[in-house]
């Protein structure tokens, strides 16, 4: 079942409006991918809505300062093999988070959105559309942490949660060692804890 975000302005859409959502974000959920059907889905599916109706020319934008991870322009319509994504762009952002922006209209993703182009807040990605596995025009908008884990993207969409949220820190440890096999013991050690240091000779 469908939902409003309850938003004046969403901040992947460039044009005013609300969201619906047309997918949830999670575990086994009902209806997903089609009706009578039960899966995960790692994103939400958000079509952009005004005065209660679903518009097909919603400008997709970048929601955060970043550089282009990932992108493809070449699909041009349905596609249940390894572009099921369709036309689609990922962004990596300054914290290590990464946001992707999946189904977009053939031919809309701009010739400088490319892998390593750095994107601007509010930058237009591409538009909704329905390339890849999709039934109907729709924007996937998905969120990974660090790790390449997805997190629930609604909060980021609603500004709950920024991605001025997270932030990485790092130590540089020194520790002096006479042989080889005690400074790779300790740097196994240290991996196994979540530590990320290098081994250099000195």
């Excluded at 959105?113 to 909704?128: F, H, N, P, S």
Aim: with cysteine; glycine share 12%; charged share 25%.
């Amino acid at each position: 079942m469908s939902r409003l975000l309850g938003l004046s302005k969403v901040p992947v859409f460039a044009e005013p409006g609300d969201a619906k959502i047309t997918a949830e974000f999670g575990k086994n959920i009902k209806d997903y991918p089609t009706a009578g059907k039960t899966g995960d889905h790692s994103g939400i599916d958000i079509v952009r809505c005004t005065d209660g109706k679903n518009s097909k020319t919603a400008s997709v934008c970048a929601i955060a300062d970043g550089v282009v991870a990932a992108q493809r322009k070449w699909v041009k319509g349905f596609k249940s093999d390894s572009a099921t994504g369709g036309n689609c762009v990922y962004i990596r952002h300054g914290n290590g988070m990464t946001s992707k922006y999946l189904h977009l209209k053939y031919g809309t993703v701009p010739d400088r959105i490319a892998d390593g182009a750095a994107v601007k807040k509010g930058e237009t990605l591409g538009y909704m559309g329905a390339t890849g596995l999709a039934y109907g025009d729709h924007l996937h908008f998905q969120i990974e942490d660090r790790n390449g884990t997805p997190v629930d993207p609604e909060p980021y969409l609603t500004g709950e949660k920024s991605f001025d949220d997270h932030h990485s820190y790092a130590l540089m440890l020194t520790a002096r060692y006479d042989n080889k096999s005690e400074a790779e013991e300790a740097l196994a050690l240290l991996h196994k804890a979540g530590i990320s240091v290098a081994l250099c000779e000195i």
